[in-house]
């Protein structure tokens, strides 16, 4: 498992339906905005969702599992 740092730069790796009821698709791009994981979960920051998406903003708890870190 990798370490998680704040505003590190992540990917959603996987396509999940729990995922995609919230907008988000494998691929998308976000920042971690808080290195605490709790019940294998953080939570992620994804700026570039389409800017009519009523999701925009907001954060989303996702598992860590299904993040790899962009370098």
Known sequence: MPK???FDKVELV????KYSKLG???GEIGCI???????NSIEIDFPNLNENSEFYGDTFSI?????????
């Open 33 to 39: 905005v808080d290195e605490i994981v709790i019940n």
């Open 4 to 6: 998680f740092k704040l």
């Open 63 to 71: 598992d860590i599992d299904d993040l790899k870190i962009i370098k």
């Open 14 to 17: 996987v396509e999940k339906e």
């Open 24 to 26: 988000l698709h494998k």
